[in-house]
C-alpha cells in the first residue's frame, strides 16, 4: 500500500470523507436563502468548497460503477464555474 497514490489509500478517504464534511458545513442552510442570493455570495461560496471538491474528486471517481461518470460530472460543474467566479 506504500506505493498507492495518497488520495486511493486510507487517508485519502478519510480526506474526501473530512473534505465532504467542510462542504456540508459551508451549504447547509443556503438552500433556503437561494431567492436572495447574488452572483457574488455564490461564487464567495464556491471558492471556499473548491479545494474540497478537489479533494473529494479521487475518491468519487472509485465508486463503482458510477463514480467516474459522477466525478466528470462535477468537474464539468466546477469548469462552469471556473469561469463565471474567476478566483
Not at 497514490?5 to 451549504?27: C, M, P, Q, V, Y
Amino acid at each position: 500500500m506504500s506505493n498507492q497514490d495518497e488520495s486511493t489509500g486510507a487517508n485519502g478517504e478519510r480526506e474526501a470523507i473530512e473534505a465532504l464534511g467542510h462542504i456540508e458545513g459551508e451549504l447547509r442552510g443556503g438552500g433556503a436563502a437561494l431567492e436572495r442570493v447574488d452572483a457574488a455570495d455564490l461564487c464567495a461560496t464556491y471558492q471556499r468548497i473548491k479545494p474540497f471538491l478537489e479533494r473529494v474528486l479521487p475518491w468519487l471517481e472509485r465508486i463503482p460503477r458510477y463514480g467516474r461518470q459522477l466525478a466528470a460530472a462535477v468537474r464539468f460543474l466546477m469548469s462552469v464555474a471556473d469561469r463565471l467566479c474567476p478566483g
